[in-house]
């Protein structure tokens, strides 16, 4: 089989009164590297969740490389790393203790768990803490030990909730080339992030979530030539110089307003 | 640009912000009942308090002799050492308010420094020292109104030195425990202390009535140097009209008092110019890499044995969770060793025919602890609990392998009994011990049952080390009440029956039995864990990775 590594048909979420997401439609292809974009509370985190067993959907399917997230879950769960917002680690374990506790539970014997532990603490310049709790991290030290628990068993898809939230630049730039060496060995990548500038410059593809519904997906520069045609059509509108960046796309899409050009006279 | 605020109108804006977070606490019905039972925990206080207050006055009304130091110190003692180490524990306890958050804003050194020790003058135990100290002038004056000029001078002193030494104290304290380990240290520490003075408290009566103890009263004299003991030579001084003795107490006080003013206002002054005391920003040592491979544990599944190895490693890293696995023993030891010192008939009561029963007992009140641990069973997991959900495992196999670590463990802390029972009394019987070893499996199983249901409906989340604001759900309590209450009430008829009749082969083979029946229930129940799952994993992700 060789259907799309992602694929979820009229995805749904209530909570209560408050559809979360509305029958949602998403493809992501082998080997693309996603971005899931939209503004906060647009429903982001709530299809990661369910896309990764976290959460139960209130209706709609969800496929993962082919396989049906409901009815084989340990299946698809040995197939997919997850680096959720709120990291999942144990933070009373050593880095390696817990590096290799992940590594067994997904089904790696002894000495495989340690070994890769070790080279994954190597890569992830972890490997001078590692006697220190994890709870003693800093915030950097916990994404990248998350990354590397998420990688450990080799997934051939990883989801990313805001990888890069709170993280300086060498810890980006490390998680940076993990993902990219990911997605050269042929592994599909979905991730949520803010920062627009990095979705950017990984991703090749990026669907957009506004108010629990998909609003646009495709290629970046799909969307970008979708966007343009519309402002030049759109005699209204003035046209911003030379070519759209994704944050000009994204707001051009969900129709968020520029700051307010008051004066503010009292700043500095 | 804006101007400094004056220290006044700083003063005024960090009360109307706890007043407005007050009232936005008051918009749940949570926030609303917390204020209740606040309110209801204060009028108590304040009621007891007060109550202290008017026998401390009554006290040293009676008290009050020319030249006697005893009375009117010993009440001195009782405030000293009540304002200064309640707030202690309380540190070691939970969290307190960080002033550091202040220093967000443009505030002067010296409103810093004045914000800090009105804070401690006016939190509620230094409110209640103050209230006391009060009360006990009060008393000495409507003994002797006459005694005023030398008393009021002398008790402010005493009152700043204790607020001063206290205010010093508890930065240093701060300062000390400002990282998770050295606190979750300090709090093991505290409770070995305390223990440890109950266990030794008799021993040190009985060694002192004996005269087998002369260095303490070696120590006495150093006593005379503390601030209750020099306050109490100035109120005596007073009473007898010698202005030496009441200005001596009273120039010891002021010395006390500078000295740790001086230590306070050396540790604000590293705070405000930002001090950074968090475990990030400590130097770090490199650590050389070594991953040592998981236990191997023949027969059992690669992803339990690796649960119950995570679930060990946390339980031997949790100061709550070893104060069980060292207080049924240590218990036993308290309760034996006075009546095995008396050396008379109350002995025959640990060494006779209910000595037989004590290891069976032990363990049973052991168990009674340990299963608290069954019913939130997640509790400590924090968001590590979503790597159960993702992983490619079963959530009974996860389950399985957290309750064999905590069968693990009470089977050690039988085992430990076994040998503490043998030091004390005397060797438990083979029969004795087979029956014991027999009915723990159908006790556990059905705990475990129950309790990993528990676990999914309720959970609760638990911070490592700590153990105040600990509490399982309500519902959680209830039930392992009933469930703990009938198992083991029917394991002790089943085994008294067996001891009073001499047929404790049978109570064995009883207990066999029920083992077999508690597996078949236990089984049964963790083969629909994954469903009762699947509908409250969104209750258990929500409790445990709550920020």
């Given at each position: ?28 292809e ?19 969740k ?22 084989e ?128 410059r ?12 998909l ?45 307010a ?5 009292w700043?500095? | ?15 109307e912000?706890?007043w ?29 308090g ?13 008290f009050?002799?020319?030249?006697r ?17 309640a ?105 070995v202390v ?32 503390l ?51 968090s475990?990030?920003a ?59 010192l ?55 196999e ?150």
């Amino acid at each position: 089989m060789n259907g799309p590594a992602i694929e979820t048909q009229s995805l749904s979420r209530r909570f209560g009164a408050l559809e979360a997401v509305k029958k949602l439609d998403l493809r992501v292809e082998r080997g693309q590297f996603f971005g899931f974009l939209g503004p906060n509370g647009a429903g982001k985190s709530t299809t990661i969740k369910m896309l990764t067993g976290l959460l139960e959907p209130t209706a709609g399917r969800i496929r993962i490389l082919d396989l049906d997230l409901a009815a084989e879950p340990v299946e698809v769960k040995r197939q997919i790393g997850v680096v959720p917002e709120g990291l999942m680690l144990f933070e009373r374990l050593t880095g390696p203790e817990h590096l290799n506790f992940v590594g067994r539970m997904y089904g790696l014997d002894r000495r495989t768990a340690a070994e890769r532990a070790a080279e994954l603490l190597e890569f992830m310049g972890l490997a001078d803490r590692a006697k220190t709790l994890i709870a003693d991290y800093s915030h950097g030290m916990k994404k990248k030990l998350a990354m590397a628990a998420a990688i450990i068993h080799g997934p051939k898809i990883l989801f990313l909730d805001e990888p890069f939230e709170g993280v300086d630049a060498i810890a980006a730039g490390t998680l940076k080339a993990t993902l990219n060496r990911m997605i050269a060995r042929g592994a599909t990548i979905f991730l949520t992030s803010h920062v627009l500038e990095i979705v950017e410059r990984l991703c090749s593809h990026v669907g957009i979530i506004h108010q629990g519904e998909l609003v646009a997906q495709g290629s970046i520069d799909a969307l970008r030539a979708g966007v343009e045609a519309q402002l030049a059509a759109n005699t209204a509108a003035q046209a911003p110089g030379g070519r759209l960046t994704l944050e000009q796309i994204f707001l051009e899409i969900v129709g968020g307003t520029r700051a307010a050009e008051q004066e503010l006279s009292w700043l500095a | 640009m804006a101007g400094v605020a004056g220290a006044w109108a700083q003063a005024e804006l960090i009360v109307e912000l706890r007043w407005r977070l007050l009232l936005n606490s008051l918009r749940t019905s949570r926030g609303q009942l917390e204020l209740i039972a606040q309110t209801v925990g204060a009028l108590v206080g304040a009621l007891v308090g007060v109550g202290i207050g008017i026998w401390l006055g009554v006290m040293a009304y009676l008290f009050h002799q020319p030249r006697r130091l005893m009375g009117p110190t010993l009440l001195l003692w009782l405030i000293f050492l009540f304002w200064q180490l309640a707030p202690v524990v309380l540190a070691v306890g939970g969290a307190q308010f960080d002033f550091r958050g202040l220093l967000h804003f443009p505030l002067r050194f010296s409103t810093f420094w004045w914000l800090n020790v009105v804070y401690g003058l006016f939190d509620p135990t230094g409110l209640l020292a103050l209230l006391w100290l009060g009360c006990f002038a009060v008393g000495l004056l409507a003994a002797q109104p006459a005694v005023l000029p030398g008393l009021a001078p002398s008790l402010a002193l005493f009152a700043a030195a204790n607020l001063l030494i206290g205010r010093a104290a508890f930065s240093w304290l701060e300062r000390i425990l400002a990282t998770r380990r050295a606190r979750e240290l300090a709090g093991a520490l505290l409770l070995v202390v305390i223990l440890g003075i109950q266990f030794l408290t008799p021993l040190v009566v009985a060694g002192w009535k004996k005269g087998q103890l002369p260095f303490l009263v070696w120590l006495l004299p150093l006593a005379e140097l503390l601030p209750p003991q020099l306050a109490g030579r100035a109120v005596a001084g007073a009473f007898a009209g010698d202005w030496l003795a009441v200005g001596g107490g009273a120039a010891g006080l002021a010395a006390y008092g500078f000295g740790f003013g001086l230590l306070f206002t050396r540790r604000l002054r590293a705070l405000y110019r930002g001090e950074e005391l968090s475990e990030a920003a400590a130097p770090q040592t490199k650590e050389a890499l070594v991953v040592r491979e998981g236990w191997r544990l023949p027969g059992v599944a690669p992803a339990v044995a690796a649960v119950l190895e995570k679930e060990m490693r946390y339980a031997l890293r949790n100061n709550p969770m070893l104060l069980n696995l060292a207080m049924p023993p240590f218990i036993l030891a308290m309760l034996a060793l006075p009546v095995a010192l008396a050396e008379g008939k109350e002995a025959e009561f640990v060494f006779g025919w209910l000595g037989g029963l004590l290891f069976p007992a032990a363990v049973a009140y052991s168990s009674l602890i340990f299963l608290a641990f069954a019913y939130n069973t997640y509790a400590y997991d924090g968001p590590g609990v979503q790597v159960w959900l993702t992983a490619p495992v079963k959530m009974c196999e996860v389950l399985m392998g957290k309750n064999l670590a905590h069968a693990a463990l009470v089977g050690l802390e039988a085992a430990l009994l076994w040998v503490a029972v043998s030091v004390l009394s005397r060797s438990p019987g083979l029969l004795t011990t087979l029956a014991t070893l027999a009915a723990l499996p159908s006790v556990l199983l059905v705990n475990y049952a129950v309790g990993n249901l528990m676990s999914v409906y309720f959970p609760r989340r638990f911070e490592f080390g700590t153990m105040k604001g600990q509490r399982p759900a309500g519902m959680t309590i209830l039930v392992s009440m009933l469930v703990e209450g009938a198992s083991l009430g029917l394991a002790a008829l089943v085994f008294i029956a067996g001891a009073v009749a001499g047929l404790l082969w049978v109570a064995t083979l009883v207990f066999l039995l029920l083992g077999w029946l508690a597996w078949w229930l236990y089984a049964a129940v963790l083969a629909k864990c994954d469903d009762v799952l699947r509908e409250k994993k969104e209750t258990l992700l929500a409790e445990l990775c709550k920020t």
